[in-house]
């Protein structure tokens, strides 16, 4: 069966520090990854996704960015950090079809103060 | 362009009662729904998905949905709630035009008192 790991879990981060955010996929190959964040009172917001290694399309501009080094892994960076980048992070997988169900992570929580 | 709206941002009901948590939608082309739940700090679990088969869906934890072209709903029913049915619930359409990408109602939050 496919799981998906986050990590970390929580991350607490000065303003103005970096950041790497890491998801990883087992059991399964050439999944469509996805990064969207979750800030309070404003629902999902679709933040990046990849359909292949070092395929990204980014969905809002801001100072986030993603990469895809291996098939099943999924890092979000920056460079430095906004308070505005509060918030849960939540990564998801789903298939190459159309339809696919997307299943998401854990989630990881980031407080940026 | 899709679009999902959550009729309720809370719904509150007492255990061993029913549950109705309402969706209406608008799409140009055929979508495929989804209702999510997420519990507290917790990542989004699938709890059933529409995608032209049946028009009623049956999910996880006795939940189940129907959908209706007519009246472009896809409200979420359980007969019974439990106490661990407590959670935030997200209505979720997509389409080809989007290609495939997921629109996110608001949420409802659902509370069962004892």
């Known amino acids: 069966s496919q799981t998906i790991h986050q990590w970390p879990a929580t991350l607490v981060q000065p303003v103005g520090s970096p950041l790497s955010l890491e998801c990883t996929v087992e059991?399964?190959?050439?999944?469509?990854l996805y990064w969207y964040r979750q800030a309070a009172g404003r629902g999902l917001q679709l933040l990046f996704y990849?359909?292949?290694?070092?395929?990204i399309s980014s969905e809002v501009p801001q100072n986030l960015s993603a990469s895809r080094p291996q098939d099943r892994q999924f890092i979000l960076s920056s460079k430095k950090l906004l308070l505005s980048d509060s918030g849960f992070y939540l990564c998801?997988?789903?298939?190459?079809?159309?339809?696919?169900?997307?299943?998401f992570g854990p989630g990881t929580r980031l407080t940026v103060l | 362009a899709q679009s999902v709206t959550q009729l309720d941002s809370h719904v509150s009901v007492s255990e061993g009662t029913p549950v109705l948590l309402r969706c209406n939608y608008s799409?140009?082309?055929?979508?495929?729904l989804f209702w999510y739940v997420q519990h507290p700090n917790k990542g989004l679990q699938l709890l059933l998905k529409?995608?032209?088969?049946?028009?009623l869906v049956k999910g996880i934890n006795g939940f189940e949905a129907e959908f209706k072209k007519s009246e472009t709903s896809f409200h979420l029913t359980k007969p019974s709630a439990h106490m661990s049915d407590a959670a935030e619930y997200f209505c979720?359409?997509?389409?080809?035009?989007?290609?495939?990408?997921?629109?996110f109602g608001k949420g409802t939050l659902l509370t069962v008192n004892p």
């Open positions: 998801a997988w789903s298939g190459r079809g159309g339809t696919d169900t997307q299943y």
């Open positions: 059991g399964t190959s050439n999944p469509n």
């Open positions: 990849s359909v292949g290694i070092g395929q």
């Open positions: 799409s140009s082309y055929s979508p495929s």
């Open positions: 529409y995608t032209s088969a049946a028009t």
């Open positions: 979720v359409v997509s389409d080809i035009r989007s290609n495939y990408k997921l629109t």
